[in-house]
């Protein structure tokens, strides 16, 4: 079965700095990689997916984030924050060699971006 | 706005009744997904249908069903309730069901038990 660990509850960083949201996956076959945001009081927001292809995915709002299957990680990160970027983050894996597998989320990650 | 589309925005009830939580899909999307957000189990996948036809299930509990209709809207049915049963329910939709498409989220409904 899949799982995801985002090491970090909260993560703060001030605006401007870059900031780098953490998470690790487990799955037994070709990994299905995603990261949404969640915003008080609403849904959550895809930001982007990995897939196949280039390590490297660039996604919604400057956001990107790095696959790395060595250390089965796919962090999340962002070179310059914004205040309007706090909110709840969750990194999702899917198995993509076991059909139709449910997604999978990590417990989400609040990052703080300080003024 | 992702374009799915959930109905009431928030529930209050009490133990023992049955509630019936509604979601409109994006318009092409064929598969709806149901899941269930809580502070302590974080957000768990209940149940999944595509183009009308049960397509995988998730921790749903057997006082939990799911429909989707024709026109491709999906109810969840909640019966029995418990105060546990309090949470965030989100309906998310995607194209088609492949692992790879991305899921987009509804704004869920908050539903309280007393």
């Known amino acids: 079965a899949q799982s995801v660990a985002q090491p970090e509850d909260q993560v703060n960083v001030a605006e401007g700095n870059p900031l780098t949201v953490k998470c690790t996956y487990s799955v037994s076959g070709n990994p299905y990689l995603f990261w949404y945001v969640q915003y008080p009081n609403r849904g959550l927001q895809f930001l982007l997916k990995y897939i196949t292809g280039d390590n490297l995915v660039k996604g919604s709002y400057g956001f990107e984030a790095e696959f790395n299957k060595s250390q089965t990680s796919f962090h999340l990160k962002k070179p310059s924050a914004l205040v309007s970027d706090s909110a709840l983050y969750f990194c999702a894996v899917r198995d993509g060699d076991s059909g139709n597998t449910p997604l999978v989320f990590g417990k989400g990650t609040r990052l703080s971006v300080i003024a | 706005d992702s374009g799915v589309t959930q109905t009431p925005k928030h529930l209050i009830t009490a133990t023992g009744q049955r509630v019936t939580l509604r979601c409109s899909p994006r318009s092409g999307d064929l598969s709806v997904y149901w899941y269930q957000q809580s502070l302590d189990q974080g957000l768990q996948f209940l149940i999944q249908y595509y183009n009308g036809e049960e397509r995988a299930k998730g921790n749903i509990l057997e006082r939990f069903s799911a429909q989707q209709f024709p026109d491709l809207h999906s109810e969840l049915n909640l019966s029995s309730l418990e105060l546990g049963d309090s949470a965030l329910y989100f309906c998310?939709?995607?194209?088609?069901?492949?692992?790879?498409?991305?899921?987009?989220f509804g704004p869920g409904t908050r539903l309280t038990v007393l």
């Open positions: 998310a939709s995607s194209v088609q069901p492949h692992s790879y498409n991305e899921q987009f």
